[in-house]
């Protein structure tokens, strides 16, 4: 059974700075990893999406990349805005299915 | 281009009462998955439909059953109220050859 873990939990930083945020799963025998910004009480926000043969994706001030082997990815937010105050996500197809599995997201704070 | 939209927003019932969300995919989305989130944690996965049946299951009770009609758009049905089953719940869409997830803004149910 898939299992991902993020850490840190919770992040609070100041405005301006770079920040990385992890993602681990047990089983590295994944098609793609999906990343997802949540604000409070809301929905989900697709980031990025990276396909088991890419290395990183890209969007702006956010890249995401991963490793297949070490059954890792990470996300780098660099330029922090207090915009980006939000819970961030990793999920990754559950194992002979269709569906996601998710992480329990790491909080973000910028302050301003 | 309208995403994924879910009704309603927000909605109250009394254990052992049935409730029923609902779910419009993207358009030019034909599979729509279901999931919980708890307060706190990553949301789990219910089940997907395509084609009008459901093609996987998460690990949930027989309560919670769904339907996805000739227009891609679905319900959650739940049975049987639990408080327990207080969460946000939430709709993704996406096409059947792709992975990528867009999820709606979510539905949260309060059990009393």
């Known amino acids: 059974k898939q299992e991902v873990t993020q850490i840190p939990a919770a992040l609070s930083v100041p405005e301006g700075e770079n920040l990385v945020l992890n993602c681990s799963f047990t089983?590295?025998?994944?098609?793609?990893l999906q990343w997802f910004r949540q604000d409070p009480g809301k929905g989900l926000t697709s980031l990025l999406l990276?396909?088991?043969?890419?290395r990183e994706q890209t969007s702006g001030r956010l890249n995401a990349s991963l490793d297949k082997s070490s059954g890792r990815s990470t996300l780098y937010i660099a330029a922090s805005q207090p915009g980006d105050s939000a819970t961030y996500l990793c999920?990754?197809?559950?194992?002979?299915?269709?569906?996601?599995?998710f992480g329990k997201g790491t909080h973000l704070i910028i302050q301003p | 281009d309208a995403g994924v939209t879910q009704s309603p927003t927000h909605l109250i019932k009394t254990r052992g009462q049935q409730v029923t969300l609902r779910c419009s995919p993207k358009?030019?989305?034909?599979?729509v998955s279901w999931y919980q989130q708890a307060l706190g944690q990553g949301p789990q996965f219910i089940f997907q439909?395509?084609?009008?049946?459901?093609?996987q299951r998460g690990n949930f009770p027989d309560r919670f059953s769904g339907h996805q009609f000739p227009n891609y758009s679905s319900e959650l049905n739940v049975n049987a109220l639990l408080l327990g089953d207080s969460a946000l719940y939430l709709c993704?869409?996406?096409?059947?050859?792709?992975?990528?997830?867009?999820f709606g803004q979510g539905t949260r149910l309060t059990v009393v």
């Open positions: 089983d590295s025998a994944i098609y793609n």
């Open positions: 439909y395509y084609e009008e049946e459901e093609r």
């Open positions: 990276i396909q088991s043969s890419q």
């Open positions: 993704a869409s996406s096409l059947v050859w792709e992975n990528e997830a867009f």
């Open positions: 999920a990754l197809p559950i194992e002979g299915a269709d569906g996601l599995t």
């Open positions: 358009s030019g989305h034909d599979t």
